[in-house]
């Protein structure tokens, strides 16, 4: 596809970004490693300013914006982290923000938002709902729409997670990611191999609602049914107009895996024991992947990207308290 981003974006987003999110770090996991028989990293994408890697993408799209989408003020719609990393990236620019969310997005997101002096609106009771609201809302004012992840600057912005992987582990054969509209995973699997052509790319979500996976699977955009779940980040469809992540993830991605409730609740749990971090049910599905041996081409040098840690976090301290050793 000819309008697809490209490595030459990437770059170009990493120096419109640099100094505005964190460049985070890779750390080695003994216990992840011990368990798959591999050199396992996790790239603690956690540690940014909003909390998740959705800040890369939302800083490259706002500063690419003409002067005349700035002034309209932006609008989005948002299962939690992407909402945040636009209502930041917006703050920081003097641009005025409307985020729309689900009535199934999590309250600490939703006030997480609002901190920021972003609009957080309900406007539906699934994402699809959620978006659905938001079209409205741009019908009525004609606010700038920033995509959560089928935009080619959101794409280009969270690839340049691949190029600080390369750079900090060039022997890495595997990049293991959470997958859901395909933002992250298509921005990372574009670079990854354009930096290193034969790295594998997999992408891991949960068995209940999973869009990509399905769609991925019939060989075209399928609707789902949205199902509660503990990887609430990765809920919602991927829009039947799609036109970037669902292409460049069917030819891009390696593999597909699903994970199930219990593997994701025992994996946020595993990740606070034994590598003292708090993730959010979205962020550990890659290493509940790796300790249920669900991956089936894994490489020698694995990276696990850490995606976010935006967890209620009394909910996430009795995940813990239920598998404490």
């Not at 932006?74 to 917006?90: D, L, M």
């Not at 994402?127 to 659905?132: G, H, L």
């Not at 991605?253 to 749990?269: K, R, T």
Request: glycine fraction near 10%; charged fraction near 20%; hydrophobic fraction near 45%.
């Amino acid at each position: 596809m000819t309008d697809w981003p490209t490595i030459d974006d990437v770059n170009a987003a990493a120096e419109r970004i640099r100094g505005r999110v964190v460049r985070t770090p890779l750390r080695v996991s003994p216990g992840l490693s011990a368990a798959t028989g591999r050199t396992v990293y996790h790239k603690i994408e956690a540690m940014q300013h909003s909390g998740a890697f959705k800040l890369r993408g939302a800083f490259n799209a706002l500063l690419t914006l003409t002067d005349d989408e700035r002034a309209r003020g932006v609008i989005t719609f948002s299962s939690g982290n992407h909402g945040r990393g636009i209502a930041y990236a917006s703050k920081a620019l003097g641009i005025d923000a409307v985020i729309c969310v689900s009535e199934g997005v999590p309250a600490n997101k939703v006030a997480a938002i609002r901190a920021l002096d972003a609009d957080a609106q309900v406007t539906g009771v699934t994402q699809d709902e959620a978006e659905a609201g938001m079209m409205a809302i741009i019908d009525e004012t004609g606010r700038t729409f920033v995509s959560p992840f089928d935009h080619p600057a959101v794409i280009a912005g969270q690839g340049t997670i691949s190029a600080e992987v390369l750079a900090d582990c060039p022997d890495a054969d595997t990049i293991v990611v959470p997958l859901s509209g395909g933002g992250l995973i298509a921005g990372i699997a574009l670079a990854a191999k354009a930096l290193k052509p034969g790295i594998r790319v997999v992408g891991v979500t949960m068995d209940k609602g999973a869009a990509m996976h399905d769609s991925l699977k019939a060989g075209h955009v399928v609707d789902i049914v949205e199902e509660p779940t503990l990887a609430d980040a990765l809920q919602g469809g991927l829009g039947a107009d799609n036109r970037y992540t669902f292409p460049m993830v069917r030819d891009l991605v390696d593999e597909s895996v699903l994970v199930s409730e219990d593997d994701i609740a025992d994996a946020m749990a595993w990740l606070f024991w034994n590598d003292h971090l708090v993730s959010e049910g979205a962020g550990a599905v890659g290493a509940a992947a790796l300790l249920s041996g669900g991956i089936i081409g894994i490489g020698d040098v694995v990276v696990n990207v850490l995606s976010g840690n935006n967890v209620d976090m009394n909910k996430f301290s009795a995940i813990c308290a239920e598998r404490a050793p």
